[in-house]
């Protein structure tokens, strides 16, 4: 009979998430296990190092862990009320997605997919539990230019409150609570039944994550030419240059008499740099170099400054801050605007709200905003607002002149225009210091910092000296000149744009080129015939200026071009005083490989050698195939629910790799030929978008040589169900799809649903022959339920195959394990779920479900025995303090028929060494320390309400004192003797025991091993058994406690020599030595005997080695008494 949801998945879905009543899902990154259950002294993991939770635009929160040996576990809770909600998971390599299934229908084209990356929400700083609103930003869709957001729209009927009004982005910005989410979605979902308002029809919408952006971090000055101007007068004067960064510290002698103005958008209420950033940047723009004697002066120095402070205290900031200050900066008459910033990791063809609103900014106000490239390094990562047609976006090259390996390389996303525009000097840049920061390097009143955010603003000072000498130039014409007289230097224009800036050229241009560079983008296939544009000459002088005209052009590896390939309507062109001439430019399509880049540059030369170069780029696509993709659902009939896909060419996901909807329609989509994976998820819900059915059709591998049609045939699929040899409702059923491509990254697609949904698949005929292909099914089983809440027993089944053909699975006594578990309690409202992680030998991801558990409480949990590693997750905390915190055990496999034992959170819970907890690499000591692991070690990682204080001495002296568990320090090159203090405290409701812990230890420690093989400290470790003692963490007044001392794993140390134990009835006031024996084993024992009345027990501990070294360790409430 097949496993269903009954009694106990009711209960289940009222009380399962802690303090919601919610289920819960998590997923957990693979890595080399460990046993759960009883280890020798440092046999634990290395420490957790975070843990942080992020609310999805749905309501849903997603927490992800990461762990310091790289491994990631993430947990999903659905929102309130949204408990049948189903969710897919897109994972390519360690980057993960969660979409809930509502609204996979409207991602990517109603809502920007950042809204679902959770690695980079969580990278971002998104990442906090508490934070209970999404910041998002609401753009019209609606074709033309830039509207007003506010007369146009009914926001409230979207369930908006404005933040801002972002005008030249046709947009708003706002915090999205559940209840506004819901409104908004609702609309969003289905938008011809939008509510209406007396201004007319809610208007379409695309939903942004209000990005998170940062600061994007030597005599530079002749580099550019900036001293050949100051010659000739121009040093700004009369200009207004605008800084959009950290702020200023208005004090710093090179700027103290440059500020004319100045606003706050990051709710500071000042405009102070506290952060450093700004203050380097402006400094660069417009310093008089007064601290130095003239020495680091700034481009500009005659200009004057507006500030906008659009970056907090961490460099950090919103993009409709970024948005509000550029409209700022514009309508206070900034000539010029600098924006050393950029929003990392997702790349647009200029057409998202930054871009849009600097395109319309500059087309209003004539104001040029010039932009940071970014520092990825890669090819096609230039960021937004650096995307933005109109702006000057930036690279940044060394004093060599060769671009830097982190500066951000072109083409445009999406549309391969040319990006960046031109570069300048970024590397190792000297530059004004703001009071009270330590940012970068160097000391006193300047800094040295590296980055497109110093390359820009050298060409923002460039801008400045320009707009001085031709005051009646517009920022579209300050663009085309700078970027007409930029120098070529190295790499292709994708590298550099037209260049590296040089003022003097600048300042002599004959002629103006429209448009400042050719972008060609993408030529579509076939390549046949010809492609053309016009570039026009304009000449604002008396007298004419005849040009001798060349092009060049070169393939993507450096290689020039054969002559005609890149053609010109003429090889002279006379441009007559006061007017404009224009020349055709023409490119051969049939002249080069497909699937290339290519680049070059028109130069146009006057009689007296000045050269004006346009720079042209465009990319061949190649041949290109039509699938054509279909849902057909149970019924026979085109799916009309949301059928989710992902398409990936298996020889190369560089070609193409995407997740998509397709509609009852279809979709018809234009892909390289090669072969491809097709996983379609196909969804059934009802009104409610409470799933009932979900299928999942398999094509792992199909050769798409020319126009190929895939049906996604959800009536080839067979349901998917389990046995149990113990009665057992299913609660959830986790579905994941794996393909590793040509290029070894692993792409997954999956989906959760609860037990109450029928999950189908298709078939798959045979072995991949591209990379591999593993499907894996995850059920999660319980029993009946204990005292109506926590189920008496569990089961966790992990299946793969890589060809789908078994659907029905049986766990019997020979196929499982079984694991009896205990659930200690904390205190007298501990309330924890709990989760088993599955992961498949060679699995990057896997994926599990939390469920309740009585605490105190034991239970039986089942998992099936066949090669995969079983990782343990135990969220506790109360019902006023929910999910504080969670142990793990870490991944281990288990034997066919095997009975094993373990214990979460029972005491004596004190500090103890994870592997890796204190190493050496080069010179540098790291400790990653965990404050509380239980007496199974299993470490607990706090969600925040601890309260720790870490300090390391070297011979004596402090050099570190932390607010952490965590702390690199310097070695010596003769090494030094340490002492290391960590004192941790709980002071949670639900916390009774071990309330405080403070450890010592001493040890030698040298320089030695490096990143990737580091050596470990030989620092003492110690654990404790305490005869008797229950799941309420409470033992008989007299009883032996039994003592581990060693090592961490992996050191070269002494032997333990002697071992000391005190206890305390009065909470440490007055210890009581307690004499040890050494068991043959190595352990040392004592017997405790509390006085009658005594409540707990507290421990100290002291041992030594042969070596030297000791560990010191007090645990308060070590123990309850009984």
């Given at each position: 009979?097949?496993?269903?949801?009954?009694?106990?998945?009711?209960?289940?879905?009222?009380?399962?998430?802690?303090?919601?009543?919610?289920?819960?899902?998590?997923?957990?990154?693979?890595?080399?296990?460990?046993?759960?259950?009883?280890?020798?002294?440092?046999?634990?993991?290395?420490?957790?190092?975070?843990?942080?939770?992020?609310?999805?635009?749905?309501?849903?929160?997603?927490?992800?862990?990461?762990?310091?040996?790289?491994?990631?576990?993430?947990?999903?809770?659905?929102?309130?009320?949204?408990?049948?909600?189903?969710?897919?998971?897109?994972?390519?390599?360690?980057?993960?997605?969660?979409?809930?299934?509502?609204?996979?229908?409207?991602?990517?084209?109603?809502?920007?997919?950042?809204?679902?990356?959770?690695?980079?929400?969580?990278?971002?700083?998104?990442?906090?539990?508490?934070?209970?609103?999404?910041?998002?930003?609401?753009?019209?869709?609606?074709?033309?230019?830039?509207?007003?957001?506010?007369?146009?729209?009914?926001?409230?009927?979207?369930?908006?409150?404005?933040?801002?009004?972002?005008?030249?982005?046709?947009?708003?910005?706002?915090?999205?609570?559940?209840?506004?989410?819901?409104?908004?979605?609702?609309?969003?979902?289905?938008?011809?039944?939008?509510?209406?308002?007396?201004?007319?029809?809610?208007?379409?919408?695309?939903?942004?994550?209000?990005?998170?952006?940062?600061?994007?971090?030597?005599?530079?000055?002749?580099?550019?030419?900036?001293?050949?101007?100051?010659?000739?007068?121009?040093?700004?004067?009369?200009?207004?240059?605008?800084?959009?960064?950290?702020?200023?510290?208005?004090?710093?002698?090179?700027?103290?008499?440059?500020?004319?103005?100045?606003?706050?958008?990051?709710?500071?209420?000042?405009?102070?740099?506290?952060?450093?950033?700004?203050?380097?940047?402006?400094?660069?723009?417009?310093?008089?170099?007064?601290?130095?004697?003239?020495?680091?002066?700034?481009?500009?120095?005659?200009?004057?400054?507006?500030?906008?402070?659009?970056?907090?205290?961490?460099?950090?900031?919103?993009?409709?801050?970024?948005?509000?200050?550029?409209?700022?900066?514009?309508?206070?008459?900034?000539?010029?605007?600098?924006?050393?910033?950029?929003?990392?990791?997702?790349?647009?063809?200029?057409?998202?709200p930054a871009s849009v609103a600097l395109d319309t900014l500059s087309a209003r106000y004539g104001t040029l905003f010039v932009v940071a490239a970014g520092n990825a390094g890669e090819?096609?990562?230039?960021?937004?607002?650096?995307?933005?047609?109109?702006?000057?976006?930036?690279?940044?090259?060394?004093?060599?002149?060769?671009?830097?390996?982190?500066?951000?390389?072109?083409?445009?996303?999406?549309?391969?225009?040319?990006?960046?525009?031109?570069?300048?000097?970024?590397?190792?840049?000297?530059?004004?210091?703001?009071?009270?920061?330590?940012?970068?390097?160097?000391?006193?009143?300047?800094?040295?910092?590296?980055?497109?955010?110093?390359?820009?603003?050298?060409?923002?000072?460039?801008?400045?000296?320009?707009?001085?000498?031709?005051?009646?130039?517009?920022?579209?014409?300050?663009?085309?000149?700078?970027?007409?007289?930029?120098?070529?230097?190295?790499?292709?224009?994708?590298?550099?744009?037209?260049?590296?800036?040089?003022?003097?050229?600048?300042?002599?241009?004959?002629?103006?080129?429209?448009?400042?560079?050719?972008?060609?983008?993408?030529?579509?296939?076939?390549?046949?015939?010809?492609?053309?544009?016009?570039?026009?000459?304009?000449?604002?002088?008396?007298?004419?200026?005849?040009?001798?005209?060349?092009?060049?052009?070169?393939?993507?590896?450096?290689?020039?071009?054969?002559?005609?390939?890149?053609?010109?309507?003429?090889?002279?062109?006379?441009?007559?005083?006061?007017?404009?001439?224009?020349?055709?430019?023409?490119?051969?399509?049939?002249?080069?490989?497909?699937?290339?880049?290519?680049?070059?540059?028109?130069?146009?030369?006057?009689?007296?050698?000045?050269?004006?170069?346009?720079?042209?780029?465009?990319?061949?696509?190649?041949?290109?195939?039509?699938?054509?993709?279909?849902?057909?659902?149970?019924?026979?009939?085109?799916?009309?629910?949301?059928?989710?896909?992902?398409?990936?060419?298996?020889?190369?996901?560089?070609?193409?790799?995407?997740?998509?909807?397709?509609?009852?329609?279809?979709?018809?989509?234009?892909?390289?030929?090669?072969?491809?994976?097709?996983?379609?998820?196909?969804?059934?819900?009802?009104?409610?978008?409470?799933?009932?059915?979900?299928?999942?059709?398999?094509?792992?591998?199909?050769?798409?040589?020319?126009?190929?049609?895939?049906?996604?045939?959800?009536?080839?699929?067979?349901?998917?169900?389990?046995?149990?040899?113990?009665?057992?409702?299913?609660?959830?059923?986790?579905?994941?799809?794996?393909?590793?491509?040509?290029?070894?990254?692993?792409?997954?697609?999956?989906?959760?649903?609860?037990?109450?949904?029928?999950?189908?698949?298709?078939?798959?005929?045979?072995?991949?022959?591209?990379?591999?292909?593993?499907?894996?099914?995850?059920?999660?089983?319980?029993?009946?339920?204990?005292?109506?809440?926590?189920p008496s027993y569990t089961y966790d089944l992990l299946y793969t195959q890589d060809v789908m053909k078994t659907f029905a699975f049986r766990a019997t006594a020979r196929n499982t394990?079984?694991?009896?578990?205990?659930?200690?309690?904390?205190?007298?409202?501990?309330?924890?779920?709990?989760?088993?992680?599955?992961?498949?030998?060679?699995?990057?991801?896997?994926?599990?479900?939390?469920?309740?558990?009585?605490?105190?409480?034991?239970?039986?949990?089942?998992?099936?025995?066949?090669?995969?590693?079983?990782?343990?997750?135990?969220?506790?905390?109360?019902?006023?303090?929910?999910?504080?915190?969670?142990?793990?055990?870490?991944?281990?496999?288990?034997?066919?028929?095997?009975?094993?034992?373990?214990?979460?959170?029972?005491?004596?819970?004190?500090?103890?060494?994870?592997?890796?907890?204190?190493?050496?690499?080069?010179?540098?000591?790291?400790?990653?320390?965990?404050?509380?692991?239980?007496?199974?070690?299993?470490?607990?990682?706090?969600?925040?309400?601890?309260?720790?204080?870490?300090?390391?001495?070297?011979?004596?002296?402090?050099?570190?004192?932390?607010?952490?568990?965590?702390?690199?320090?310097?070695?010596?090159?003769?090494?030094?003797?340490?002492?290391?203090?960590?004192?941790?405290?709980?002071?949670?409701?639900?916390?009774?025991?071990?309330?405080?812990?403070?450890?010592?230890?001493?040890?030698?420690?040298?320089?030695?091993?490096?990143?990737?093989?580091?050596?470990?400290?030989?620092?003492?470790?110690?654990?404790?058994?305490?005869?008797?003692?229950?799941?309420?963490?409470?033992?008989?007044?007299?009883?032996?406690?039994?003592?581990?001392?060693?090592?961490?794993?992996?050191?070269?140390?002494?032997?333990?020599?002697?071992?000391?134990?005190?206890?305390?009835?009065?909470?440490?006031?007055?210890?009581?030595?307690?004499?040890?024996?050494?068991?043959?084993?190595?352990?040392?024992?004592?017997?405790?005997?509390?006085?009658?009345?005594?409540?707990?027990?507290?421990?100290?501990?002291?041992?030594?080695?042969?070596?030297?070294?000791?560990?010191?360790?007090?645990?308060?409430?070590?123990?309850?008494?009984?």
């Amino acid at each position: 009979m097949r496993a269903r949801a009954g009694a106990a998945a009711a209960a289940i879905a009222v009380a399962i998430a802690l303090g919601a009543g919610i289920p819960a899902w998590s997923l957990g990154s693979d890595a080399a296990g460990r046993d759960d259950g009883d280890a020798a002294p440092g046999a634990v993991a290395a420490e957790l190092s975070g843990t942080s939770t992020v609310t999805l635009i749905t309501g849903d929160q997603v927490s992800l862990t990461q762990y310091a040996d790289g491994r990631r576990s993430v947990t999903v809770e659905p929102g309130a009320g949204r408990e049948g909600i189903g969710f897919q998971r897109l994972t390519e390599g360690d980057r993960l997605h969660v979409i809930p299934a509502d609204v996979a229908g409207l991602v990517p084209d109603r809502l920007d997919q950042a809204l679902f990356d959770v690695t980079g929400l969580v990278a971002a700083g998104y990442g906090d539990p508490r934070r209970g609103t999404v910041p998002v930003i609401v753009q019209e869709t609606a074709a033309g230019a830039a509207r007003s957001a506010t007369s146009t729209s009914d926001w409230a009927a979207l369930g908006l409150e404005p933040e801002r009004t972002l005008e030249s982005a046709g947009a708003i910005s706002a915090d999205l609570d559940r209840d506004g989410a819901a409104a908004l979605l609702g609309a969003l979902r289905a938008p011809q039944a939008s509510a209406r308002s007396a201004s007319g029809t809610v208007p379409d919408v695309k939903v942004w994550l209000d990005a998170p952006v940062r600061a994007l971090d030597a005599d530079s000055m002749p580099q550019i030419g900036a001293p050949a101007a100051w010659e000739s007068g121009y040093t700004g004067d009369g200009v207004t240059v605008a800084v959009l960064d950290s702020g200023v510290d208005s004090t710093h002698p090179d700027l103290d008499d440059a500020v004319v103005g100045a606003r706050d958008f990051t709710g500071s209420g000042n405009t102070e740099d506290h952060y450093g950033h700004g203050t380097h940047v402006a400094s660069i723009v417009l310093g008089s170099g007064d601290a130095s004697g003239g020495t680091n002066r700034g481009v500009a120095p005659g200009a004057d400054l507006l500030v906008g402070k659009v970056l907090d205290e961490s460099g950090g900031g919103e993009m409709s801050s970024i948005i509000d200050g550029m409209e700022w900066a514009a309508e206070q008459g900034a000539d010029v605007v600098n924006m050393s910033l950029g929003e990392a990791e997702h790349y647009t063809d200029g057409t998202d709200p930054a871009s849009v609103a600097l395109d319309t900014l500059s087309a209003r106000y004539g104001t040029l905003f010039v932009v940071a490239a970014g520092n990825a390094g890669e090819y096609g990562t230039v960021s937004t607002p650096g995307s933005a047609s109109s702006g000057l976006t930036v690279g940044a090259v060394d004093d060599a002149d060769e671009v830097a390996a982190f500066s951000s390389r072109g083409p445009r996303g999406g549309d391969y225009a040319i990006k960046p525009d031109v570069t300048a000097p970024g590397v190792e840049i000297v530059a004004a210091r703001a009071a009270g920061t330590n940012e970068g390097s160097g000391e006193g009143e300047y800094v040295s910092w590296s980055g497109t955010s110093m390359a820009a603003p050298h060409v923002a000072g460039a801008a400045a000296v320009l707009k001085q000498a031709r005051p009646e130039l517009t920022g579209r014409q300050l663009k085309a000149i700078l970027m007409g007289s930029a120098q070529h230097t190295s790499g292709s224009v994708f590298d550099e744009g037209a260049g590296r800036v040089y003022l003097p050229a600048a300042l002599e241009l004959p002629v103006t080129p429209v448009p400042a560079s050719l972008s060609f983008g993408a030529l579509e296939y076939p390549q046949q015939g010809t492609a053309t544009r016009t570039l026009t000459y304009k000449n604002a002088t008396d007298a004419a200026v005849t040009l001798d005209l060349a092009v060049e052009a070169t393939g993507q590896g450096g290689r020039p071009l054969p002559d005609g390939a890149v053609r010109l309507g003429s090889t002279t062109l006379t441009v007559p005083a006061h007017g404009a001439a224009k020349v055709k430019v023409t490119v051969d399509r049939t002249v080069g490989d497909i699937e290339r880049r290519y680049s070059g540059a028109v130069t146009a030369t006057d009689p007296d050698g000045r050269e004006v170069r346009t720079a042209l780029g465009y990319y061949k696509e190649p041949d290109l195939a039509d699938l054509n993709l279909r849902a057909v659902g149970r019924d026979g009939k085109p799916h009309t629910g949301v059928s989710s896909v992902r398409v990936v060419n298996v020889d190369d996901p560089t070609l193409f790799s995407e997740h998509l909807e397709v509609g009852a329609d279809g979709r018809d989509l234009r892909v390289p030929p090669g072969r491809y994976s097709v996983t379609g998820f196909l969804w059934t819900t009802d009104e409610a978008f409470v799933v009932s059915e979900a299928t999942a059709v398999l094509r792992p591998e199909i050769e798409v040589a020319d126009d190929t049609t895939v049906v996604l045939d959800a009536r080839k699929a067979r349901e998917l169900s389990v046995t149990t040899q113990r009665p057992a409702d299913l609660q959830w059923l986790a579905l994941d799809d794996t393909r590793t491509a040509g290029d070894g990254e692993p792409y997954g697609f999956g989906l959760v649903v609860t037990g109450d949904a029928d999950v189908y698949a298709t078939p798959t005929a045979a072995p991949v022959a591209v990379g591999t292909h593993d499907l894996q099914a995850h059920f999660i089983l319980a029993g009946p339920a204990t005292g109506g809440r926590a189920p008496s027993y569990t089961y966790d089944l992990l299946y793969t195959q890589d060809v789908m053909k078994t659907f029905a699975f049986r766990a019997t006594a020979r196929n499982t394990a079984a694991i009896r578990t205990g659930y200690a309690a904390l205190g007298p409202d501990h309330l924890a779920e709990s989760s088993r992680v599955g992961f498949a030998p060679g699995d990057l991801w896997g994926s599990a479900v939390a469920g309740p558990v009585a605490a105190p409480g034991q239970r039986t949990e089942y998992v099936s025995a066949n090669g995969v590693a079983w990782g343990h997750e135990v969220y506790s905390g109360s019902t006023e303090e929910p999910q504080q915190g969670f142990f793990r055990g870490e991944p281990r496999t288990y034997a066919p028929g095997e009975q094993a034992r373990t214990t979460v959170g029972g005491a004596v819970l004190g500090t103890r060494l994870g592997a890796g907890a204190m190493t050496t690499a080069r010179n540098r000591l790291t400790l990653d320390l965990v404050p509380w692991s239980d007496s199974d070690r299993h470490p607990f990682a706090s969600f925040g309400s601890d309260s720790t204080r870490l300090r390391v001495w070297q011979d004596g002296a402090l050099v570190a004192d932390r607010k952490s568990s965590n702390a690199r320090v310097t070695l010596p090159d003769g090494g030094a003797d340490h002492r290391v203090v960590l004192d941790a405290a709980r002071e949670a409701s639900w916390w009774n025991r071990s309330t405080s812990v403070r450890t010592e230890w001493t040890f030698h420690a040298e320089p030695g091993g490096t990143p990737g093989e580091p050596v470990v400290v030989p620092a003492l470790d110690v654990a404790y058994r305490v005869g008797g003692v229950d799941l309420t963490n409470s033992a008989p007044r007299s009883t032996r406690v039994t003592l581990s001392a060693g090592h961490q794993a992996g050191a070269e140390s002494g032997k333990v020599t002697s071992a000391r134990l005190w206890w305390s009835a009065d909470d440490g006031a007055t210890w009581h030595r307690t004499p040890l024996t050494t068991g043959p084993d190595g352990t040392f024992a004592g017997d405790v005997r509390a006085p009658a009345g005594t409540e707990h027990v507290s421990l100290r501990v002291e041992a030594k080695d042969r070596a030297g070294a000791t560990i010191k360790q007090t645990v308060i409430d070590a123990y309850g008494v009984r």
